[in-house]
Structures are given as C-alpha cells and as structure tokens.
C-alpha cells in the first residue's frame, strides 16, 4: 500500500511539473506564435514614463481611453517608421471612432530618445501619437510588463549603435487590462477591423 501511495505522490508531482512546463513554454512562445490571440495573457501593468510634452504619467492617466502601444526606438531606420505609418493608418482608418484611442509610442532608447527628441518624431505620424520615454530603469520595467524584448545591436557602431527590439502592437482595455496584442506587419485594415470590433463589444 506504501508503495502505491508513494507511486500516486509521484504522478502528482510529475503532473504538476508537466502543467507548469506547459505554461512556462506557452508564455516563451507568445511572441513568436501569438498574432492576435493573446486575451489570455496577463501583459502589461503599471508604469510611469515621461510624455514627449515633458508631462510625467503613469498608466492611469490613460484609464478611459483604450491605448495603442508599439514599443521601439527614432532611430530605427525601419521596422519602426514602418509600424507607425501603420498606426497612423489604423487611427485614420478609425476615424472619430478612434477618438477612443490613444496611440502611443514607448522608447526602448532612452539613452538617445529624450523628451524633445520624442515631440519632434511623433510629430513626423499622427497627431494623436503620444511618444513615452523615461529613464533606463522606466523603460526596462515597462517593457518587462509587457515582455518586449530589446537590446543594442552586438557589434553596432557605439556611437551610432541600431537596437534589437520584438516588433507587436498592444491594446490596452479603457480599464487598464491587457485587451490583445497584433503582430508587426498586420495590415492597416486588419488591425483597424479587429479594434472596431472590440470598441463596439465594449458599447
Ligand atoms: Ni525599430
């Protein structure tokens, strides 16, 4: 009987590895597997950065509105001023229904993205587009919460050094909770399309 005891307490431990595994391996992949399907995710959370207007915020100056974050860098010679045409795209395709919208755009630079620097960048999009810079330590913890991954290229010119960053935009919930997350390089229409329908099933 002892040993069958014994035997159950190992399968229940190996079972509970198992799920843990599964979980781990699920949330490693997300960025690579997820287009649009991450509702299931808890991304995101609290921040305090610095607006390209010089206003110091947190997340919950933006509790209201939905956002629409991409994170990246201006000196990024293209994925980034591609995806923001993008967002740009997306907020015009909108139109007064994105008035619900706030697009943001979060530095992974802040070495060289300061606050004017930021105010002449996204002037160059949208102008609904908030740029978000901060300290080092601001922006390594909100691109925690939000599982961005970032770093200055291996062998990049220090002085005119490019960075390695994951490419997705981020709905945030008017509420603050993590609506869902689009690959870089979905379509104009597509994201337009599939943030009308959230913006209607939340009246
Ligand atoms: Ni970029």
């Known amino acids: 009987m002892a040993a069958r ?3 159950t307490v190992i399968l229940a431990i190996l079972a509970v590895a198992i799920a843990g595994g599964v979980a781990w391996w699920q949330i490693r992949r997300m960025p ?4 649009t399907a991450g509702a299931n995710l808890a991304l995101g959370g609290p921040f305090s950065l610095t607006e390209h207007s010089g206003r110091a915020v947190t997340d919950a100056d933006y ?8 994170f990246g860098y201006t000196f ?3 994925v980034c001023p591609t995806e923001l045409q993008v ?14 919208i706030q697009p ?15 105010a002449a960048y996204v002037a160059q999009f ?4 908030i740029g978000l810079t901060g300290t080092p330590e601001q922006v ?7 599982r961005v991954f970032y770093r200055k290229s291996a062998g990049s010119d220090p002085a005119y050094y490019t960075m390695d960053h994951s490419s997705f935009f981020y709905l945030v919930n008017p509420d603050g909770s993590f609506a869902t997350v689009f690959r870089g390089g979905t379509s104009p229409d597509d994201m337009a399309q599939a943030i009308r329908s959230r913006l209607s099933a939340r009246g």
């Open 5 to 7: 005891r014994i035997q």
């Open 32 to 35: 690579e597997s997820a287009p």
């Open 104 to 118: 943001a755009f979060v530095s992974v630079d802040p070495e060289r993205d300061t606050v004017p620097h930021m």
């Open 126 to 129: 949208h102008p609904r587009l």
């Open 140 to 146: 390594a913890a909100v691109a925690r919460a939000y």
């Open 76 to 78: 990024c010679p293209d």
């Open 87 to 100: 967002m740009a795209q997306v907020m015009d395709r909108l139109g007064s229904e994105g008035e619900r």
């Open 63 to 70: 509790r209201g509105r939905f956002l629409l974050i991409y």
